[in-house]
Protein backbone atom coordinates (compact mmCIF):
# COMPACT_ATOMS: atom_id res chain seq x y z
CA UNK A 1 0.00 0.00 0.00
CA UNK A 2 2.83 2.66 0.77
CA UNK A 3 4.49 1.80 -2.77
CA UNK A 4 1.11 3.45 -4.01
CA UNK A 5 0.72 6.42 -1.81
CA UNK A 6 2.60 8.81 -4.01
CA UNK A 7 -0.06 8.43 -6.65
CA UNK A 8 -2.81 9.50 -3.59
CA UNK A 9 -0.64 12.88 -2.77
CA UNK A 10 -0.11 14.06 -6.18
CA UNK A 11 -3.63 13.17 -6.95
CA UNK A 12 -4.76 15.49 -3.85
CA UNK A 13 -1.66 18.38 -5.35
CA UNK A 14 -3.44 18.49 -8.51
CA UNK A 15 -6.68 18.78 -7.88
CA UNK A 16 -6.01 21.70 -5.44
CA UNK A 17 -3.85 23.33 -8.13
CA UNK A 18 -6.62 22.48 -10.90
CA UNK A 19 -9.24 24.22 -8.43
CA UNK A 20 -7.07 27.32 -7.72
CA UNK A 21 -6.32 27.57 -11.52
CA UNK A 22 -9.70 27.91 -12.75
CA UNK A 23 -10.76 30.05 -9.82
CA UNK A 24 -7.71 32.38 -10.89
CA UNK A 25 -9.13 32.27 -14.69
CA UNK A 26 -12.69 33.06 -13.24
CA UNK A 27 -11.81 35.90 -11.78
CA UNK A 28 -9.45 37.00 -14.34
CA UNK A 29 -12.45 36.41 -16.45
CA UNK A 30 -14.56 38.65 -14.18
CA UNK A 31 -12.00 41.65 -14.04
CA UNK A 32 -11.74 41.61 -17.78
CA UNK A 33 -15.91 41.90 -17.75
CA UNK A 34 -15.92 44.64 -15.27
CA UNK A 35 -13.08 46.53 -16.81
CA UNK A 36 -15.18 46.30 -20.25
CA UNK A 37 -18.67 46.91 -18.09
CA UNK A 38 -17.36 49.86 -16.06
CA UNK A 39 -14.11 51.43 -18.89
CA UNK A 40 -14.07 53.43 -21.19
CA UNK A 41 -17.86 53.99 -22.00
CA UNK A 42 -17.29 54.38 -25.27
CA UNK A 43 -14.43 56.28 -25.37
CA UNK A 44 -11.36 55.39 -27.80
CA UNK A 45 -8.47 55.45 -25.84
CA UNK A 46 -4.93 56.34 -27.68
CA UNK A 47 -1.32 57.21 -27.67
CA UNK A 48 0.73 59.18 -30.03
CA UNK A 49 1.91 57.73 -33.18
CA UNK A 50 -1.11 55.58 -33.27
CA UNK A 51 -3.95 54.62 -35.64
CA UNK A 52 -7.21 52.70 -35.24
CA UNK A 53 -9.76 51.09 -37.15
CA UNK A 54 -13.30 52.51 -37.21
CA UNK A 55 -16.23 52.07 -39.29
CA UNK A 56 -20.00 53.31 -39.30
CA UNK A 57 -23.08 54.29 -41.62
CA UNK A 58 -23.04 56.57 -44.52
CA UNK A 59 -23.92 60.25 -43.32
CA UNK A 60 -27.42 60.72 -44.78
CA UNK A 61 -27.70 62.14 -48.36
CA UNK A 62 -24.00 61.07 -48.90
CA UNK A 63 -22.49 58.91 -51.57
CA UNK A 64 -19.21 59.29 -51.42
CA UNK A 65 -16.40 59.79 -48.94
CA UNK A 66 -15.28 63.50 -50.61
CA UNK A 67 -18.62 64.56 -49.48
CA UNK A 68 -18.20 63.84 -45.57
CA UNK A 69 -17.94 66.55 -43.51
CA UNK A 70 -15.71 65.88 -40.25
CA UNK A 71 -15.65 68.27 -37.57
CA UNK A 72 -13.42 68.26 -33.73
CA UNK A 73 -10.28 67.74 -35.22
CA UNK A 74 -7.73 70.12 -33.85
CA UNK A 75 -5.94 72.41 -36.76
CA UNK A 76 -2.66 70.97 -36.57
CA UNK A 77 -3.85 67.91 -38.07
CA UNK A 78 -3.09 65.59 -34.90
CA UNK A 79 -5.90 63.94 -34.52
CA UNK A 80 -7.81 63.37 -37.30
CA UNK A 81 -10.41 60.58 -38.49
CA UNK A 82 -9.54 59.46 -42.34
CA UNK A 83 -12.03 57.76 -44.44
CA UNK A 84 -10.84 54.76 -46.82
CA UNK A 85 -13.70 53.04 -48.71
CA UNK A 86 -17.34 52.66 -49.10
CA UNK A 87 -19.03 49.40 -48.56
CA UNK A 88 -22.14 47.48 -48.50
CA UNK A 89 -23.07 46.56 -44.79
CA UNK A 90 -23.22 42.62 -44.05
CA UNK A 91 -26.56 42.73 -42.17
CA UNK A 92 -28.76 45.20 -43.49
CA UNK A 93 -26.82 45.52 -47.20
CA UNK A 94 -26.62 49.54 -46.60
CA UNK A 95 -24.13 51.98 -47.52
CA UNK A 96 -21.04 52.22 -44.67
CA UNK A 97 -17.86 53.10 -44.76
CA UNK A 98 -14.80 52.28 -43.00
CA UNK A 99 -11.21 53.81 -42.40
CA UNK A 100 -8.92 54.98 -39.16
CA UNK A 101 -8.32 57.81 -36.71
CA UNK A 102 -5.04 58.63 -36.91
CA UNK A 103 -2.61 60.07 -34.19
CA UNK A 104 -0.02 62.15 -34.87
CA UNK A 105 3.71 61.46 -32.91
CA UNK A 106 3.16 65.23 -31.19
CA UNK A 107 -0.49 64.45 -30.51
CA UNK A 108 -1.00 66.02 -26.90
CA UNK A 109 -2.77 64.64 -23.78
CA UNK A 110 -6.21 65.46 -23.88
CA UNK A 111 -9.99 64.60 -25.11
CA UNK A 112 -11.32 65.58 -28.25
CA UNK A 113 -14.77 64.98 -30.24
CA UNK A 114 -14.58 63.86 -33.98
CA UNK A 115 -17.93 63.77 -35.82
CA UNK A 116 -18.75 62.94 -38.99
CA UNK A 117 -21.59 64.66 -40.90
CA UNK A 118 -23.37 65.40 -44.41
CA UNK A 119 -23.29 68.74 -45.78
CA UNK A 120 -26.96 69.31 -45.56
CA UNK A 121 -27.65 69.54 -41.43
CA UNK A 122 -29.39 66.38 -41.30
CA UNK A 123 -30.05 65.25 -37.77
CA UNK A 124 -26.97 64.12 -36.15
CA UNK A 125 -26.05 60.20 -36.50
CA UNK A 126 -24.70 59.16 -32.58
CA UNK A 127 -23.14 56.33 -34.21
CA UNK A 128 -20.32 59.30 -36.49
CA UNK A 129 -19.64 61.19 -33.20
CA UNK A 130 -16.16 59.37 -31.86
CA UNK A 131 -14.91 60.08 -28.44
CA UNK A 132 -11.00 59.97 -28.48
CA UNK A 133 -8.86 60.42 -25.71
CA UNK A 134 -4.82 60.58 -25.69
CA UNK A 135 -2.72 59.35 -23.22
CA UNK A 136 0.99 60.17 -23.62
CA UNK A 137 2.31 56.53 -23.31
CA UNK A 138 1.35 52.98 -22.89
CA UNK A 139 2.46 53.15 -18.90
CA UNK A 140 0.06 56.09 -18.19
CA UNK A 141 -2.75 54.27 -20.51
CA UNK A 142 -2.56 51.08 -18.16
CA UNK A 143 -2.62 53.30 -15.04
CA UNK A 144 -5.90 54.23 -15.71
CA UNK A 145 -7.60 51.01 -16.80
CA UNK A 146 -10.65 50.15 -15.23
CA UNK A 147 -8.89 46.51 -15.34
CA UNK A 148 -7.44 45.83 -11.95
CA UNK A 149 -4.96 43.33 -13.89
CA UNK A 150 -4.50 45.67 -16.53
CA UNK A 151 -3.13 48.37 -14.13
CA UNK A 152 -1.06 46.02 -11.88
CA UNK A 153 0.50 44.08 -15.08
CA UNK A 154 0.31 46.04 -18.22
CA UNK A 155 -0.99 43.04 -19.81
CA UNK A 156 -4.86 42.00 -20.78
CA UNK A 157 -7.04 40.25 -18.15
CA UNK A 158 -8.23 37.84 -20.92
CA UNK A 159 -4.90 36.61 -21.24
CA UNK A 160 -4.80 35.68 -17.98
CA UNK A 161 -7.93 34.13 -17.96
CA UNK A 162 -6.96 31.87 -20.87
CA UNK A 163 -3.20 30.96 -19.14
CA UNK A 164 -5.09 30.13 -15.87
CA UNK A 165 -8.03 27.90 -17.73
CA UNK A 166 -4.93 26.20 -19.77
CA UNK A 167 -3.07 25.42 -16.63
CA UNK A 168 -6.47 24.40 -14.62
CA UNK A 169 -7.51 21.80 -17.34
CA UNK A 170 -3.71 20.47 -17.70
CA UNK A 171 -3.79 20.44 -14.11
CA UNK A 172 -7.48 18.09 -14.16
CA UNK A 173 -6.01 16.11 -16.52
CA UNK A 174 -2.81 15.14 -14.09
CA UNK A 175 -5.37 14.99 -11.44
CA UNK A 176 -7.33 12.26 -13.57
CA UNK A 177 -4.32 10.40 -14.58
CA UNK A 178 -2.93 9.81 -11.13
CA UNK A 179 -6.55 8.83 -9.88
CA UNK A 180 -6.31 5.95 -12.79
CA UNK A 181 -3.03 5.02 -11.32
CA UNK A 182 -4.35 4.84 -8.16
CA UNK A 183 -7.01 2.76 -8.77
CA UNK A 184 -5.07 0.12 -10.50
CA UNK A 185 -2.30 -0.15 -7.86
CA UNK A 186 -5.86 -0.72 -5.47
CA UNK A 187 -6.95 -3.46 -7.71
CA UNK A 188 -3.34 -5.20 -7.81
CA UNK A 189 -3.44 -5.58 -4.40
CA UNK A 190 -6.98 -6.30 -3.73
CA UNK A 191 -7.64 -3.44 -2.24
CA UNK A 192 -10.61 -0.58 -2.99
CA UNK A 193 -11.42 2.65 -1.80
CA UNK A 194 -14.56 2.85 1.01
CA UNK A 195 -17.37 4.99 -0.59
CA UNK A 196 -20.01 4.09 1.82
CA UNK A 197 -19.67 3.58 6.04
CA UNK A 198 -22.61 3.10 8.37
CA UNK A 199 -22.02 2.43 12.21
CA UNK A 200 -24.52 0.19 13.90
CA UNK A 201 -24.05 -0.01 17.62
CA UNK A 202 -20.79 -1.77 18.18
CA UNK A 203 -19.99 -2.68 14.64
CA UNK A 204 -19.03 -0.24 11.62
CA UNK A 205 -20.43 -1.92 7.83
CA UNK A 206 -18.12 -0.48 4.95
CA UNK A 207 -18.62 -0.84 1.48
CA UNK A 208 -15.36 -0.42 -0.83
CA UNK A 209 -14.73 -1.04 -4.49
CA UNK A 210 -13.01 -3.93 -4.11
CA UNK A 211 -12.98 -5.90 -7.23
CA UNK A 212 -15.46 -8.88 -6.61
CA UNK A 213 -14.44 -12.25 -7.69
CA UNK A 214 -14.19 -15.90 -7.14
CA UNK A 215 -11.20 -15.67 -4.67
CA UNK A 216 -13.30 -13.52 -2.31
CA UNK A 217 -16.46 -14.60 -0.18
CA UNK A 218 -18.15 -14.01 3.09
CA UNK A 219 -15.85 -14.49 6.21
CA UNK A 220 -12.32 -13.94 4.72
CA UNK A 221 -10.06 -11.81 6.58
CA UNK A 222 -9.08 -8.15 5.71
CA UNK A 223 -8.12 -4.83 6.97
CA UNK A 224 -8.60 -1.35 7.08
CA UNK A 225 -5.95 1.18 6.02
CA UNK A 226 -5.55 4.98 5.66
CA UNK A 227 -4.55 5.57 2.07
CA UNK A 228 -0.74 6.28 3.07
CA UNK A 229 -0.61 2.85 4.01
CA UNK A 230 -1.14 3.27 8.01
CA UNK A 231 -2.81 0.24 8.84
CA UNK A 232 -5.95 1.08 11.11
CA UNK A 233 -7.99 -2.60 12.17
CA UNK A 234 -8.83 -5.94 10.87
CA UNK A 235 -12.34 -6.37 8.90
CA UNK A 236 -13.92 -8.74 7.51
CA UNK A 237 -15.78 -9.77 4.19
CA UNK A 238 -19.68 -10.52 4.79
CA UNK A 239 -21.14 -9.87 1.70
CA UNK A 240 -19.53 -9.51 -2.21
CA UNK A 241 -21.74 -8.83 -4.87
CA UNK A 242 -22.85 -6.63 -7.82
CA UNK A 243 -18.85 -5.39 -8.11
CA UNK A 244 -19.01 -4.25 -4.26
CA UNK A 245 -17.93 -5.92 -1.55
CA UNK A 246 -19.75 -5.36 2.05
CA UNK A 247 -17.44 -5.70 5.22
CA UNK A 248 -17.81 -5.57 8.55
CA UNK A 249 -15.23 -3.96 11.36
CA UNK A 250 -15.54 -4.48 14.87
CA UNK A 251 -12.49 -3.55 16.67
CA UNK A 252 -11.39 0.24 16.51
CA UNK A 253 -14.76 1.13 14.02
CA UNK A 254 -14.28 4.46 15.31
CA UNK A 255 -10.55 5.15 13.07
CA UNK A 256 -12.18 3.95 9.83
CA UNK A 257 -13.89 7.14 7.89
CA UNK A 258 -14.52 7.81 3.79
CA UNK A 259 -11.48 7.39 1.48
CA UNK A 260 -9.83 4.89 3.45
CA UNK A 261 -8.88 1.88 1.73
CA UNK A 262 -10.52 -1.62 2.46
CA UNK A 263 -8.15 -4.72 1.68
CA UNK A 264 -8.55 -8.63 1.51
CA UNK A 265 -5.21 -10.44 2.85
CA UNK A 266 -3.38 -11.67 0.30
CA UNK A 267 -2.57 -15.19 2.58
CA UNK A 268 -6.33 -15.15 2.42
CA UNK A 269 -6.38 -14.92 -0.84
CA UNK A 270 -3.95 -17.72 -1.37
CA UNK A 271 -5.78 -19.86 0.56
CA UNK A 272 -9.27 -19.79 -1.04
CA UNK A 273 -7.26 -20.01 -4.84
CA UNK A 274 -5.43 -23.48 -3.25
Not at 106 to 124: H, T
Request: with cysteine; net charge neutral.
Amino acid sequence: MIAGARYVLWQKRTGVLAMVLLVGALLALADALVGGFGGSRGIVELMPDTRYQISGPMPPRTDAIKDFVIEGQPQDGSVRISPETVFTGYWLGGSMWRGLIVIAPDAREGDYVLIVKDRFGEKQNPSLVFHVRIWPDQETLNAHSASFLTRKTGQSPYLFAVTLAIGGLLACGANFLFGRLWARHLKLHNCGEIYKLRRTGQKTEITSELPCGDLLHPGMEGAVYRATGERLCSAQIVRCENGEVLMVVEDSPELVRLGDVACAFPEAIAAAAE
